[in-house]
């Protein structure tokens, strides 16, 4: 299994900002879509922002558009979430998933590997 490591979470107050990190180890990472989604205490884990495996597409759920911005850099194995103007409902586990193909990943059924997750807490 291809271990997906997430970091860049912890607590910050709203309106502030977190960049999440999520390094893969192989030699295929560029050849994969990514994603981020998110779990919250009693709620499905939803989809927040997907991208392909070149990085020119990209594609966010509703409540990221205009605040978060994913990236990657495919030289050092590493998908990224950059997330501005964080408001207290983005509070939750936060999950770096591979998907089985080259697109990007926007649903769970795509997913070929989920990281560990890493907890964003945003207080009021």
């Known amino acids: 299994q291809v271990p997906l490591v997430e970091s860049g979470g912890g607590l910050v107050q709203a309106g502030g900002s977190l960049r999440l990190s999520c390094a893969a180890s192989?030699?295929?990472?560029?050849?994969?879509?990514m994603g981020w989604f998110r779990q919250a205490p009693g709620k499905d884990r939803e989809f927040v922002a997907g991208?392909?495996?070149?990085?020119?597409?990209?594609y966010y759920a509703d409540s990221a558009k205009g605040r978060f911005t994913i990236s990657r850099d495919n030289a050092k194995n590493t998908v990224y979430l950059q997330m501005n103007s964080l408001k207290p409902e983005d509070t939750a586990v936060y999950y770096c998933?591979?998907?089985?193909?080259?697109?990007?990943?926007?649903?769970?059924?795509?997913?070929?590997?989920w990281g560990q997750g890493t907890q964003v807490t945003v207080s009021s």
């Open positions: 998933a591979q998907g089985r193909f080259a697109i990007l990943v926007k649903t769970t059924a795509q997913v070929r590997y």
């Open positions: 192989g030699r295929t990472f560029s050849s994969y879509g």
């Open positions: 991208i392909d495996w070149s990085g020119t597409s990209t």
